[in-house]
């Protein structure tokens, strides 16, 4: 499953350019060019990891930095700090409001798209392991097998992805808007009930010869990996 990585930057050709190195790596991808704007997106949903300009219009990186981690749901969200700024003195002062990693402008692509692997292999490992595993199910993502206790478990493109996003956050409950923005992504229209669908036809290859349903339906709020199920196998 993509890392979803956030960019706040008002430099346009260098927020052009991310986009399209880190959506060639293989990221999902969001572009805001101001401060403020970037902070009332960040309380309706959190990425993987901000990419986040110091001097901006509208609130500045650096109080957009503090606000984050005084909030409980961003309070961990990685955060790469980019400016012009080289002092040392204000690379201290960046990374003590709260910033995971800071890089001076300019910097190479190659060098910034290292820094981003490295603090999502630090601070998301799930999202980036070649094996997912719960219970008695496996995900091989290079392979992009699945197999429940050994036996491999034939699913199609939509199951396959719906699972692999549920595996990263076993345990979490997610509603089926959640699911779809996740899964098929938010550009794209999709009735909420497609989520059922989808969730049917998976518990029914998953289930195929097996007493429990790893799947939890939690009426009213959405679907989840039951942790009980991880636990027990």
């Avoid at 957009?64 to 080289?86: D, V």
């Avoid at 692509?109 to 008695?136: C, K, Q, Y």
């Avoid at 034939?154 to 779809?180: A, I, K």
């Amino acid at each position: 499953m993509k890392a979803n990585i956030l960019i706040v930057e008002d430099e346009e050709a260098l927020s052009l350019l991310l986009r399209y190195n880190l959506e060639s790596e293989g990221y999902a991808v969001e572009t805001v060019a101001r401060g403020d704007e970037a902070d009332l997106l960040l309380k309706e949903q959190s990425p993987d990891l901000v990419i986040l300009d110091w001097m901006l219009p509208g609130l500045s990186g650096i109080e957009l930095c503090r606000r984050l981690r005084a909030r409980a749901e961003t309070k961990r969200l990685p955060i790469i700090m980019l400016t012009a700024r080289g002092e040392e003195s204000e690379r201290v002062r960046g990374l003590a409001t709260g910033a995971d990693d800071y890089i001076v402008k300019p910097f190479s692509v190659p060098e910034l798209s290292a820094r981003v692997r490295a603090l999502l292999r630090r601070a998301l490992p799930e999202r980036i392991a070649d094996v997912l595993s719960f219970g008695d199910l496996e995900v091989d993502r290079e392979k992009r097998r699945v197999s429940r206790a050994g036996q491999a478990i034939d699913l199609g493109p939509t199951e396959y992805r719906l699972l692999e996003f549920l595996m990263e956050r076993p345990g979490r409950v997610f509603s089926r808007e959640q699911l779809l923005n996740g899964v098929w992504g938010s550009q794209i229209y999709i009735d909420e009930r497609t989520v059922d669908v989808h969730v049917g036809r998976l518990r029914k290859a998953l289930n195929r010869g097996h007493h429990t349903d790893p799947i939890r339906t939690v009426r009213g709020a959405g679907y989840a990996l039951d942790d009980r199920f991880g636990k027990t196998g």
